[in-house]
């Protein structure tokens, strides 16, 4: 789901150890438990390093385009 202008969202903000804060814009609906948006953020973020190690690691993003046959060559 995408926010289109004029949608509302939510505006998180988390400060860490650290001291930083950070900011997180999320589409979730408005009846979302403050419970809810943390877990939300935090599992998109176990899901986007997943997806840049394995970029990382096997370089799908080379890839991209081959066929199965070319695929299997490089293995």
């Given at each position: 789901?995408q926010?289109m ?7 998180v903000?988390e400060r ?23 877990a ?8 986007e ?19 199965w ?7």
């Amino acid at each position: 789901m995408q926010c289109m202008p004029g949608d509302e969202v939510w505006l998180v903000g988390e400060r860490r150890s650290s001291g930083e804060p950070e900011y997180y814009v999320s589409n979730l609906p408005g009846d979302a438990t403050l419970k809810t948006l943390p877990a939300t953020i935090k599992a998109r973020w176990v899901c986007e390093q997943a997806h840049q190690q394995l970029k990382q690691e096997l370089g799908p993003d080379h890839l991209e385009g081959r066929s199965w046959v070319g695929f299997t060559d490089m293995l």
